[in-house]
């Protein structure tokens, strides 16, 4: 008999126990939270805001950003395998995964995740997406923001124990019972048109803002 493992990792039993031992070991985290008070104020007054973060950080947000979930936030996920059970997991922590990434699908997930972000007024984004490269800012969190009127909160995520994949961005797991910082930059106002030269020199801006905060 042939088993299918693909389909099995993507069953709705395995993602539920998946989800709870994720969830049960991001929960040993000692975690805090630097400057979150703005900006949640401002969403909360009828601003909108869109989280920004690098794809190396993402691992130790399972359990804590489940706390966002009363907002029904959204956050694009890949149409890969890999995307398939992350979008699993995102739905069960509360978030809307919206499927698409630069390489496939990637105009209408933005179109879709712009829809979203006007809708709940807050999302979240990984600025160099599920391929990369490291280190650089593509240009879909500017247009989204632009297009939904949010406000960018670029996010620092770090661990004082972790271990780091051998991956494109060096991935990284903090250990059980890791101290974890999340750090919550000031909120980027974009002003002035949606044209291309504004898309490009906010991007920079937004890369030169958060560059410092991957691990090398």
Not at 56 to 85: C, H, R, V, W
Not at 153 to 161: E, F, K, L, T, W
């Amino acid at each position: 008999m042939t088993i299918n493992t693909n389909r099995i990792i993507k069953s709705e039993f395995f993602l539920d126990a998946f989800y709870g031992i994720l969830r049960a070991y991001c929960r040993t985290f000692r975690i805090t939270i630097i400057n979150e008070a703005p900006w949640m104020d401002y969403l909360q007054k009828g601003g909108s805001v869109l989280l920004c973060g690098w794809h190396q950080q993402f691992f130790a947000t399972a359990a804590y950003f489940e706390k966002y979930q009363k907002f029904s936030p959204s956050l694009m996920i890949s149409q890969s395998n890999d995307g398939d059970i992350g979008a699993g997991l995102l739905r069960r922590a509360g978030w809307r995964p919206i499927r698409g990434s630069s390489s496939k699908g990637g105009m209408k997930a933005l179109k879709h995740l712009i829809r979203e972000l006007r809708r709940s007024r807050l999302a979240a984004h990984v600025v160099d997406g599920p391929q990369g490269p490291a280190g650089i800012v593509k240009p879909g969190a500017i247009t989204l923001a632009l297009a939904a009127r949010a406000v960018i909160v670029p996010v620092s995520i770090s661990a004082d124990r972790a271990w780091f994949f051998n991956s494109w961005d060096r991935f990284m797991m903090p250990k059980p019972f890791a101290g974890i910082r999340f750090a919550f930059g000031e909120m980027i106002h974009l002003n002035g048109s949606e044209g291309k030269t504004d898309v490009e020199a906010w991007r920079r801006q937004l890369e030169s803002v958060m560059r410092p905060f991957l691990i090398p």
